[in-house]
Nanobody, 113 residues
Framework: QVQLVESGGGLVQPGGSLRLSCTAS????????MDWYRQAPGKQRELVAG???????NYADSVKGRFTISRDNAKKTVYLQMNSLKPDDAAVYYC???????WGQGTQVIVSS
């Protein structure tokens, strides 16, 4: 059974950094493209970053140059390094297997002074 467990969220000041992690089980992780999404209160869930099985990456324009997605196939984990955080980055962040309609619980990021 598919399971995704996100972690690493928290409270950070504007300009600060966080690294989110998402560990997967129940899938062949090494061949799975993975995405990070986020949803802020009152807003639609949006795609933040994605990484293919060959580690090709894509980013939303709003996070380019600040966020980095990466993966460790041995640990079945995808990461989202978030730098220069802004209040607009505050949201619940979710990882997703690109080809499976399953969502984990997410991890909350709060950006506030």
């Amino acid at each position: 059974q598919v399971q995704l467990v996100e972690s690493g969220g928290g409270l950070v000041q504007p300009g600060g950094s966080l690294r989110l992690s998402c560990t997967a089980s129940g899938i062949i992780f090494s061949i799975s493209a993975m995405d990070w999404y986020r949803q802020a209160p009152g807003k639609q869930r949006e795609l933040v970053a994605g990484i293919t099985s060959k580690s090709s990456t894509n980013y939303a324009d709003s996070v380019k140059g600040r966020f980095t997605i990466s993966r460790d196939n041995a640990k079945k984990t995808v990461y989202l390094q978030m730098n220069s955080l802004k209040p607009d980055d505050a949201a619940v962040y979710y990882c997703k297997i690109r080809t499976i309609n399953y969502w984990g619980q997410g991890t909350q990021v709060i950006v506030s002074s």
